[in-house]
């Protein structure tokens, strides 16, 4: 894994902010993205450049963020965990869907012996389980991991989640009706 530093990953978020990043372009993937949804080109940007060994994606839905993760970096290790296992999913070689409870599953995440070099919180936006998932899964962290968390001004307890959460803390300039966080792992 690559550390970067943050005015890297913020020049990363200003990239993704560009209409049509290249040598990947979202719409490679999504033809009916709409060009706001930035985030998606900062997440393979961000892949690409950091080149982790594993990443954890918690809440996959329709699986956009999981797929640009698993096109960013094609060696990386990538598992997404969410409670449904009704998601169709291009076929990614790299891509591992693991069905169950993002925090029940930190011990499994554990178990494989690997830190996290990245990590991705998008699962049910509450207070409980925002604080629940940061505590489960920050000591499964590689020091200069990455923590990303979607939808930090969502609702009033995503905002008092972001305000709980440690510092230093960046909220990046993405994903702007609904803001996007991260959190990089000190040693």
């Known amino acids: ?5 943050l005015p890297e990953i913020f020049a990363l978020a200003d990239q993704a902010r560009v209409a049509d990043t290249r040598p990947f372009s979202i719409r490679d993937l999504y033809p009916d993205i709409a060009p706001g949804d930035e985030y998606y080109k900062f997440i393979y940007l961000l ?23 698993a096109a960013g970096y094609p060696s990386a290790r990538v598992i997404g965990i969410d409670p449904q296992d009704t998601y169709p999913l291009p076929s990614f070689p790299n891509i591992e869907m693991w069905q169950g409870f993002s925090v029940d599953m930190a011990d499994r995440v554990a178990a494989l012996g690997i830190p996290i070099d990245l990590l991705f919180i998008d699962t049910d936006h509450t207070l409980r389980g925002t604080i629940g998932e940061y505590l489960a899964y920050s000591p499964l962290m590689r020091t200069g991991g990455i923590m990303l968390f979607d939808d930090i001004h969502l ?6 989640a972001w305000t709980w959460l440690p510092k230093p803390k960046y909220e990046l300039p993405l994903h702007s009706h609904c803001g996007f966080g991260m959190i990089v792992k000190d040693p």
Do not use: R
């Open 47 to 69: 892949t690409h450049a950091l080149q982790p060994s594993l990443i954890v994606e918690l809440g996959v839905a329709g699986g956009k963020s999981l797929m640009h993760f």
């Open 155 to 160: 609702s009033t307890q995503m905002d008092e």
């Open 1 to 5: 894994m690559n550390i970067l530093s």
